[in-house]
């Protein structure tokens, strides 16, 4: 499609939706009337995509995730389908810019940070490599919710994402299933003296399948990613004649991770894990039988994968269909679902491993329950003998009262993988070292990735044409080719080129601030950037520290030289997460007092965007120069706003910990910011006890004015935030080891301040940094992920890299 013939479809295809010319249109009208036309230019892809599969017979993953977050999909597909030029050109035509046409699409909040998002860019990665893979989720109407700044505390707002409608997704009826909750179950034997189970009183709500094209980059692949809504089945509304027994169906599929502080809450997340978990197992069994199989050759045709613990009841789930509904026996069940299923670990973190109560379970998914119950009977009775009473014990999916997720994911899987080097020797040795001992060979290691299409080519359009230019558009398939950037690492044509974009990006994201927020950057200081959920361990308060240490300097020394600094901050806390919203709190107080401060010069200025989400990251990563990544060692998994900020030329300042130090091997020491302790220095303390955070504070005197900052009313209004924060890092001995690292963190900071002087040197470092990103691309992490987890291949026709 030329530009010609494309401003005359979009304007036939304006008129046919609304019955007057384009130009009268809002934004958000000319918006759909471009998706709908995108959407039927991948509509035949789509269904032929759907008929090779079938035809070939070719083996389909399925990635199960509670979190899908793709950000605005329309320059995506734009881009994928090599229309992304030839829209933008004949939209300025007609008078249109496509950013601000691209602003009339809703962001949909569908995950809370670094697991939704690395489902998304596999999503993209999978059909761009040519891979038979779809995604499995929820369509969540409200998702995360909308975040507001009120008094500098953060107010959570629902995000009604689907007010007017979605015109990426496609309504599928007929593939409806029911998953039942609650009642009671009896086994009665049919008349091949096979156990059947009969549910009794059980509550049936209808999953409705939402399906959204995941178009792959100029191949044709057009993959699906599934997200299921919770509806009162055909016929059964009698059964619900009030507003309240409507809500206990309509919550299920209302909130992205509702508020579990209270048993309530817990067992609506229980509900909606196996909501999509069972719609999902349903919807491939069902495909699976079109294929008119022996049941034996399941794990030849289908890969399931689970995007942490959310999903894990799908292993019970299959146990359950093949068994109760296919008539097998358990030993074939169960070796075709530990065949079938692979589970991806994601935290370090005991207490993020998922526990259910045994009663809750019991009573909401009681065949369920009858199933865990059993594989932890076996599991206990067959590994026994072989490792003796006391192991055994301990990895037990039941203990105390709860159901660990984690044990049964391990157990009822034959692959756990983690998400970054570190990471997963922590979880071999340490974090499920017993699994360890037991499952040897199921434990691997995926480094995450990122997908270049989004964060380099959409995000930063300045960067892509200077790396085209330079060294050709080979990276664009193949991000491995950046390392040919290097080459040009003491060209002063190329580093001065690459200044400049730079710097156009800090200008926009600076009128951005200035437009919505009132705050005036300097777009030459350097922009300094944390972006990523707000969480003690990832240590935004060891950040905040920095800023207060750099403001009393200033302070004590008018007129001093320092190359400015703009701090900027993106991150929601979960809404009962007291601590992190009392860091936001004493954030936000924080910029109010220094960006109203005349006398140090605009030499800080702190910013906190509000409802930080994809969109706002594709607008602030192409403008950082510095990544902060400084979570205490042994507690990031791996992180991916790391790899998304160096392949844009930002330079890092990290503690070695999660996929930064597979960052740092890379680009070289002289190329990144290392501070603070190892997960080896860490786990000595731990094991020590010798750490006192109040003899720091006592013998450290900027470390002692800082915290006393917080609590002698030099910042205005935080009077009661303050307290807390500073008896978590005195009173409670500082659990994350902020005081410890500080010292280093500061050094860090000043040799930053002296390197950023040097333009030349700094561009070089930046450079490097962008020609060292494609061994994180996510392309490279999903054919990891099908070559030795899968066991599937992309298409010959469609293969790239």
Known sequence: MDVNQFKERFKKKFEEMYAFDYKEGSKREQFLALGYLVKNLYSADWRQTVKDYKDKGSKQVYYFSMEFLPGRMLKSNLLNQGLLDVVKEGLSELGLNLDEVADGEMDPALGNGGLGRLAACFMDSIASTGLAGHGNGIRYQYGLFKQKFIDGNQIELPENWLRNGNVWEVRRENKAVTVRFGGQVTLENDDRNVARAHYHNAMNILAVPYDTAQVGYENGVVNNLRLWSAEIPYGEEYLYPTDEARDQIKQITEYLYPDDSNYEGRLLRLKQEYFFSSAGVQSIVRYFRELNLDWSYFPDKIAIHINDTHPTLVIPELMRILMDEEGLSWDQAWEITKKTVSYTNHTVLQEAMERWPVDMVAQLLPRIYQIILEINRRHIEKKIPLYG?????????????????????????????????????????????????????????????????????????????????????????????????????????????????????????????????????????????????????????????????????????????????????????????????????????????????????????????????????????????????????????????????????????????????????????????????????????????????????????????????????????????????????????????????????????????????????????????????????????????????????????????
């Open 389 to 801: 009473e006391e192991l055994t014990y301990r990895i037990a999916i039941i203990a105390d009262g709860q159901i660990k997720m984690a044990n049964l994911a391990i157990i009822g899987s034959h692959s756990i993988n983690g998400v970054a080097k570190l990471h997963t020797d922590i979880l071999m040795n340490q974090t499920l070292h017993d699994f360890y001992l037991m499952y040897p060979s199921k434990f691997n290691n995926k480094t995450n990735g990122v997908t270049m299409r989004r964060w380099v080519q959409i995000s930063n359009p300045g960067l892509t044409a200077l790396l085209d230019d330079v060294i050709g558009t080979e990276w664009k398939k193949s991000p491995n080719e950046l390392v040919v950037f290097k080459a040009y690492a003491n060209d002063k044509n190329v580093l001065k080129r690459l200044d400049d974009v730079k710097l156009e990006n800090k200008k926009k994201f600076a009128k951005y601030v200035w437009n919505e927020m009132g705050i005036e950057i300097d777009p030459t200081a350097i922009f300094d950037v944390q972006i990523k959920r707000l969480h003690a361990y990832k240590r935004q308060l060891l950040n905040v520290l920095h800023i207060l240490d750099r403001y009393n300097y200033i302070k004590d020394n008018p007129g001093v030289d320092l190359p400015k600094r703009v701090f900027i901050f993106g991150a929601k806390a979960a809404p009962s997460y007291h601590y992190a919203k009392q860091i936001i709190k004493l954030i936000n107080e924080i910029a109010n007092m220094i960006n109203n401060d005349e006398s140090i010069n605009d030499l800080i200025k702190v910013v906190f965007v509000e409802n930080y989400g994809v969109s706002l990251a594709e607008l602030i990563i192409p403008a950082a120069d510095i990544s902060e990544q400084i979570s205490l060692a042994g507690k990031e998994a791996s992180g991916t706003s790391n790899m998304k900020l160096m392949a844009n030329g930002a330079l890092t300042l990290a503690t070695m910990d999660g996929a930064t130090i597979e960052i740092h091997d890379y680009v070289g020491k002289e190329n990144i910011y290392i501070f603070g302790l190892t997960n080896e220095e860490v786990q000595a303390l731990n094991e020590n006890r010798t750490y006192n955070s109040r003899q720091i504070y006592d013998s450290n005197p900027r470390i002692n004015r800082i915290l006393n900052m917080l609590i002698d009313g030099s910042i205005p209004g935080i009077e009661h935030v303050g307290q807390d924060i500073f008896d978590s890092l005195v009173k409670y001995n500082d659990e994350y080891y902020l005081l410890q690292d500080f010292d280093s963190y500061i050094e860090a900071h000043k040799q930053v301040d002296e390197d950023f002087l040097d333009r030349e040197l700094w561009n070089k470092r930046a450079l490097m940094n962008i020609a060292n990103a494609g061994p994180f691309s996510a392309d490279y992490t999903i054919l990891r992920y099908a070559d030795e987890i899968w066991k599937i291949k992309p298409e010959e026709e469609h293969v790239m890299l």
